[in-house]
Structures are given as C-alpha cells and as structure tokens.
C-alpha cells in the first residue's frame, strides 16, 4: 500500500482509491486511507513535465548548472528571471503616521494601479538582486534588462561577456 500498487492502475480505473486498494488488499478503506495520509501517497494526483527539443540542451544545462558551484575566479555570475503580470496595488488612502503606544494604520482596501513586469538578475557569490520594473511585457522591454544589468554590475579586467550557442531551438517562435 505503501510502497508501490499491486498493479500499475487497477482494473477499469485510471489510479487507485482507498476503495480500490481496501478491495484488493482486504483492509478497511480507513486504513488504507490513514496509511496514506501518513506516508503522503496521493496516487490521484499526477504531475507533468515537457522535456526540451533543443538538441543543445544537455550542453547549455551542464555549462549553467557548473557555475553556481564552482563560479569563474573573480567573475560575477548572475541568474536573470521575469515575472510579468504583477498586480500593481496600492493602498485606498495614505498609511497614517505611527502614534507612539499605537500600531501602524492602513486601510483594509487596495487600490488597482494595472499591472506591472520584473526582471531580476541574482548575483550568485554576492547575493546581490538587480531589478527593472516595466508596464508592458515585451521582447524589447526584457531586451533593455541586460544593458541595465552591465551599468550594474561590478566590471573587472577577467569579466568577460559570453552567450550560449544558438541553436535551431533557440530562434523565437512568435515575431516581435
């Protein structure tokens, strides 16, 4: 029950229920669902995943993933990400001034101001984030971040500008 199904899916059934494994290994459905919440085994739930097509990608995975660990001497490495449609809030009225004796006061309610697009790049040795705030979501906003990121960022004699090989996978599938 535990460890692994008698079968992969029981018969004419897409996964196993408590009823279905009480059935088969004669238990109490209480039991069977009791061991599994214990274990954490929720065999209904399925998880997917979409594996790359970029014949380049164990490479491009390899390079990335060995500079966290072991970064080039003196180099900064940074990870770049987006977050685009972030709700813009803001409160209804203004935050009233902290009274001493007293907590902070705000309004239960939020103003809409639209939404709103961060990209961030984490300096891995240092810890350090940069970030750019945009109103649109665009290949010509995220296009500007690494200019934003280079007048950032730390400049040394050994730092050197390097991007992945381009292949097939990589060109851009919509137009901008």
């Known amino acids: 029950m535990v460890t692994e199904p008698p079968e992969p899916t029981p018969k004419n059934a897409t996964h196993w229920s408590t009823r279905a494994m009480a059935e ?22 399925t998880e997917t995943f979409k594996p790359s097509t970029d014949p380049y990608f164990g490479d491009k995975a390899h390079d990335v993933v060995g500079l966290y660990p072991d970064p ?5 490495v940074f990870r770049v990400d987006e977050k685009s449609r972030i709700q ?13 004796g ?13 939404i709103a697009t961060l990209f961030a790049a984490l300096e891995a040795a240092t810890g350090k ?15 500007k971040f ?17 991007s992945p090989p381009r292949g097939p996978a990589d060109r851009p599938r919509c137009r901008p």
């Open 24 to 45: 088969e290994r004669g238990r109490p459905r209480s039991t069977v669902s009791r061991i599994w919440r214990a274990f954490g085994r929720q065999p209904h739930r």
């Open 102 to 114: 007293s907590s902070q006061r705000i309004t239960h309610d939020c103003a809409r101001a639209g």
């Open 146 to 162: 690494p200019t934003e990121l280079d007048q950032e960022a730390p400049v040394g004699p050994d730092v050197r500008k390097r």
């Open 72 to 76: 080039p001497e003196r180099a900064p």
């Open 129 to 143: 984030v940069i970030g750019s705030l945009h109103r649109r979501y665009r290949a010509e906003e995220f296009g």
């Open 88 to 100: 813009s809030l803001g409160r209804s009225r203004p935050v009233s001034p902290r009274v001493p």
